[in-house]
Every structure is written in C-alpha cells, then in structure tokens.
C-alpha cells in the first residue's frame, strides 16, 4: 500500500485539528469551567501566526526574484509573453473583480463582530481619499527594500523582487553569483515554510477554539455562507467568463472548450496542483483543441507558475469575509489594495509551499487584518483549493487557446512557378 504523502499527512492534522477544535469550542462557549482552559492553549495560536510573520516576507522576495530569473532573458522572449502576460493579468483582475463584487453584496461575514484581536491595528487608510491613496501605494510600492521588509510594506517587496529578477534575467556570468544566491535563500525558505507548517494544526487548533468559544455557531454559519460566496465566484468565472474569453477572443465555442478541458479539470480537482496535472494540460490540449506544441509548450507551464485566477479569487474573497466577521469596514481604496495584492500575490504562489495560507497572510497584513482570522476559513480550504485550482487550471487552458489565435501563422512556403 502507498505511503500517504507528506501534503496530505499534513492535511489530515488540520482537519483532526479543527475536528476538536469545533465542539470543544462549542463546550467553551456555554461552559465557563471549560472557556478557563483556553488561555493555557491561546498560546499556540500566537506562536503560529508569529512564525508566519517570520517567514512571510523573505519567502515571497526569495519567490519572486527566482521566478522571473527562471524565464529567461526577458528582453528576447518575444511578443508571446507579452500577450501571454496580458491575458493572465486581465483574467486574474476580473476573477478578482467578481469576488470582491459578489463578497460585498452578499456580506458573509456580517453578524459575526469578532472584534479587533488586541495588537492587530485598524487598517490605516480609512479617511485618505482615493487620490491619496494611490499617492500612498505609489510611495510605498517603489520604496527601500530593506525598509519594505521591516515595515511590512508587501507591494513593495513584490515589487522590488520582480525588477531584481528582471534585470538578473539580463546579466551574463557576472550575476551568477547573486542568482545562486536567491536560488539558495528560495530553497532554504521553503525548507523553514516546511517546518513552520508542522506546527499549523496546532496553531489551527488554538485559533479555531478561540474562534469558536467567543462566537458559538455563529461562526460556523458565517463559515458557511463564506464557502458559498467562494464556490459560486469560482463557477461564474470558470463556466462564464473563461469559456465566454474563449470564444469571443480564441474562436473556440464553450462547449468544445470544456469538454477539451474535462480531464485535466478532473485530475485537477482530485490532486490540488496544478503543477501535478501539466502533462495531461498539454497533452490534451494539444490533441482536443488544436494548440500548437509552441504555444501550449510555453503557455501552460508559464501558467501553472504564474496564472491563478482561482487563488486569486479566493484570497479577495477570504480576506473582505475575515474584515467582515471582524467588524472592520474596508474602504474602496483599500478593496483596491486588497486586488492588487491578490493579483500580484497569486503570481508567486505556486512556487511557495502552503500556498494559500502564505499568500493569505500578505493580503491580511498588506489592509491590517487580524492573521487570527485565517483559522476562520481553514477548516474549509482543501475542497475550495480543489475548486480552485480547476480554475486556476481552466485558465491556463483559455490563454493557450487564445494566444493560439493571436499568434501569427507561419509563413508557408511560396508556391513554386
């Protein structure tokens, strides 16, 4: 019989986590005796979230810089990339748009006021207007790096970890030393990602009871309108706005389209990764709807690394429920943040283990939301990440089509006189 791997051993630890965590949680609620113990376990939960602090920012400047070196040159890799860019951004952007839409009107968060943890501080542009705002986030985007990693400024480090890569891309023998230098730092951050996670469940475990005995099922219903708002974003963007791009932009109907994509969405859906389920993109892809070899070879694995419509969705979403159930009102230069954040974070995601709570946790901090909110949606993550990477991968699978359009035909030859 196969041994379980360590992801899914992993899993099964939160999950029996927050199994207990749940009803004794409820017992807390209603039973003074028990709610008395829970400050001998509130610790766990801050050590967790202090240990992702740790590692957040280092990880992701690592992530990113390695990324973009992994291209290649950026200055020869031609218009395809450019197209190819332009896609990704704009279907991110709008699988954003819908979250944060659908989040706002439907309110999953609301009548759950958590209140602001003790030490988390408000979000800091409540009263700048929008044009002060992006002044803010111009200044605090294209800022001293080292600066940026002090003060949490994480566009900033996104920022300065994607021109570093870019002009690495660019150097000879002289930047060897520099690139091996990122290369080191990203494998030695996600081996530190590796032992931190080993602590989740119990980290996990203490938020959620804490969670749980100051709300009582409250929560656990805000919990579930949450997964509602989430499912129901992913299947707008990836039943109505993937397949809609791809026959207005790539000539490919919505129905052939999707029943090229059925199997690598069912692997996807089984296996989480997108990553695991490259092979079969391609392959089908190639066979089912007509890409070339040169356009899926370079479109699908650059998606798989880049392109996450999915995640990207998901963390807007997950992070407007977390202001919600914390009674923290979020204004729309902020909500702009939030998008432009999810957008950039979603990039480096698929290089950083734990994904999803990593890049949670920059979004959190970039609008100063409680990190303790993360175990508010936790219990639910591994079927929306199932969910979610279908999309990530349909996208990916939408983009090779179009950009097959977009691309010029070879010349053929001249007919012979």
């Given at each position: 019989m196969a041994e379980s791997s360590p992801d899914n051993k992993l899993t099964l630890r939160i999950f029996i986590a927050m199994v207990l965590a749940i009803p004794l949680g409820l017992l807390a609620h209603s039973s003074e005796a028990v709610a008395g113990l829970i400050p001998y376990v509130s610790w766990l939960g801050t050590l967790f979230r202090q240990m992702l602090l740790l590692i957040i920012y280092p990880l992701v400047l690592a992530s990113m810089v390695t990324g973009v070196v992994s291209l290649g040159d950026i200055r020869h890799?031609?218009?395809?990339?450019?197209?190819?860019?332009?896609?990704?951004?704009?279907?991110?952007?709008?699988?954003?748009?819908?979250?944060?839409?659908?989040?706002?009107?439907?309110?999953?968060?609301?009548?759950?006021?958590?209140?602001?943890?003790?030490?988390?501080?408000?979000?800091?542009?409540?009263?700048?207007s929008f044009g002060e705002f992006f002044l803010a986030m111009l200044k605090n985007t294209l800022k001293n790096p080292f600066s940026s990693m002090a003060s949490g400024d994480v566009l900033g480090i996104i920022t300065f970890g994607l021109l570093l890569g870019a002009v690495l891309s660019t150097m000879g023998d002289e930047a060897k030393p520099l690139r091996a230098l990122f290369e080191s730092l990203n494998a030695a951050m996600m081996k530190l990602t590796d032992w931190v996670m080993q602590i989740a469940p119990l980290g996990v475990f203490a938020l959620l009871l804490q969670v749980v005995a100051s709300q009582g099922v409250d929560a656990l219903y805000a919990v579930g309108r949450y997964v509602v708002v989430v499912v129901v974003g992913l299947l707008l963007h990836g039943l109505l706005v993937l397949p809609t791009l791809g026959w207005t932009l790539g000539g490919v109907s919505p129905l052939r389209l999707l029943r090229g994509a059925r199997t690598p969405l069912a692997i996807s859906f089984s296996t989480a990764s997108s990553s695991a389920t490259l092979p079969v993109t391609i392959e089908m892809t190639e066979r089912e709807l007509g890409v070339s070899p040169k356009v899926a070879g370079f479109v699908l694995p650059l998606g798989a690394t880049v392109n996450m419509n999915g995640t990207a969705l998901y963390e807007a979403v997950a992070a407007m429920f977390i202001a919600q159930a914390y009674g923290i009102q979020l204004d729309l230069g902020q909500q702009v943040l939030i998008f432009i954040t999810a957008t950039l974070a979603a990039v480096g995601a698929a290089g950083i283990p734990s994904a999803g709570l990593i890049t949670m946790s920059l979004v959190l901090n970039a609008v100063g939301l409680p990190l303790e909110g993360i175990a508010l949606i936790l219990a639910v993550d591994r079927v929306l990440d199932m969910l979610r990477t279908s999309v990530n991968v349909f996208g990916d699978i939408t983009g090779a089509v179009v950009l097959q359009r977009w691309e010029a035909p070879e010349p053929s030859a001249a007919p012979s006189s």
């Open positions: 890799v031609g218009g395809l990339v450019g197209r190819c860019a332009a896609f990704f951004a704009a279907t991110t952007g709008i699988a954003v748009v819908i979250g944060l839409v659908l989040v706002n009107v439907l309110q999953p968060g609301q009548g759950v006021d958590l209140g602001v943890t003790a030490g988390a501080a408000a979000p800091e542009l409540a009263h700048q």
